[in-house]
Antibody
Framework: EVQLVQSGAEVKKPGESLKISCKGSGYSFTNYWIGWVRQKPGKGLEWMGIIYPGDSDTRYSPSFQGQVTISADKSISTAYLQWSSLKASDTAMYYC????????????WGQGTLVTVSS | QSVLTQPPSVSGAPGQRVTISCTGSSSNIGAGYIVHWYQQLPGTAPKLLIYANNNRPSGVPDRFSGSKSGTSASLAITGLQAEDEADYYCQSYDRSLSGPYVFGTGTKVTVL
C-alpha cells in the first residue's frame, strides 16, 4: 500500500527556520516525482515545487522560487520542504504528493502538515 | 493567481447533474496537455477523481466523468449525492512561466 506520511503540525515565530518531512512507502521512492502543495486557510491548492528523488532534479513554481527549498534523502525515502526565515503569510497546510508521471496526476497525497507562523 | 479558471461554486439537488468548467489557454489545456481532477472533502487531503481527461481510478463511482475540448475541460457529476459536497480542482501542465504544474481555482459543490 502506497503511503505518504508527513511530520506533525508546527507553530513557529516569524524569522524562524523550519523543515518538514514526507516519508514514502509501498512504492519505489526513487522512481517517482514528489511535489509539495500549499493550501492557505479557506483557499485553493498551489503547486510549490517538485523533486525526482532518483537524481534530485528539482523544479520550483516561480511563485515559490527562492522562498523555499525542496530536497530528498532517498536512503530513507523522505522528501523535505524547508524555510530559512518564516513569515506570517507562510501559515498554511502543506501537502506532499506523489506524481504518477511527469504530467501527473497526483495519485497519492500525504495527510498534510499545518504550519502556523505567529508572533 | 491560477492560470486555470473554475467557477467558485455550483449547486444542485440530490439526483441532479452538475458540471464544473476549467478554462485554460494555449499554454496548458489548449496545447494538448492532459487534465486531472481532484475532490477535497472538508478537512481532508485532496483525492484523485479523474486522470488524463476522462479516466476514473479504481473505486471512483461512474457518476463522475471528465471531458476536454479546446482550451477547456469539464467535470460532470450525475445523480448528485449528499457525499459529493466538496471542493473540486482541475490540474494540468503549463509551458508558460506559471508552470509547469498548475491547479485550477477550485469549485465548491453544494448539494441543496
Amino acid at each position: 500500500e502506497v503511503q505518504l506520511v508527513q511530520s506533525g503540525a508546527e507553530v513557529k515565530k516569524p524569522g524562524e527556520s523550519l523543515k518538514i518531512s514526507c516519508k514514502g512507502s509501498g512504492y519505489s521512492f526513487t522512481n517517482y516525482w514528489i511535489g509539495w502543495v500549499r493550501q492557505k486557510p479557506g483557499k485553493g491548492l498551489e503547486w510549490m515545487g517538485i523533486i525526482y528523488p532518483g537524481d534530485s532534479d528539482t523544479r520550483y513554481s516561480p511563485s515559490f522560487q527562492g522562498q523555499v527549498t525542496i530536497s530528498a534523502d532517498k536512503s530513507i525515502s523522505t522528501a523535505y520542504l524547508q524555510w530559512s526565515s518564516l513569515k506570517a503569510s507562510d501559515t498554511a497546510m502543506y501537502y506532499c504528493a506523489k506524481w504518477g508521471g511527469e504530467l501527473g496526476p497526483v495519485d497519492y497525497w500525504g495527510q498534510g502538515t499545518l504550519v502556523t507562523v505567529s508572533s | 493567481q491560477s492560470v486555470l479558471t473554475q467557477p467558485p461554486s455550483v449547486s444542485g439537488a440530490p439526483g441532479q447533474r452538475v458540471t464544473i468548467s476549467c478554462t485554460g489557454s494555449s499554454s496548458n489545456i489548449g496545447a494538448g496537455y492532459i487534465v486531472h481532477w481532484y475532490q477535497q472533502l472538508p478537512g481532508t487531503a485532496p483525492k484523485l477523481l479523474i486522470y488524463a481527461n476522462n479516466n476514473r481510478p479504481s473505486g471512483v463511482p461512474d457518476r463522475f466523468s471528465g471531458s476536454k475540448s479546446g482550451t477547456s475541460a469539464s467535470l460532470a457529476i450525475t445523480g448528485l449525492q449528499a457525499e459529493d459536497e466538496a471542493d473540486y480542482y482541475c490540474q494540468s501542465y503549463d509551458r508558460s512561466l506559471s508552470g509547469p504544474y498548475v491547479f485550477g481555482t477550485g469549485t465548491k459543490v453544494t448539494v441543496l
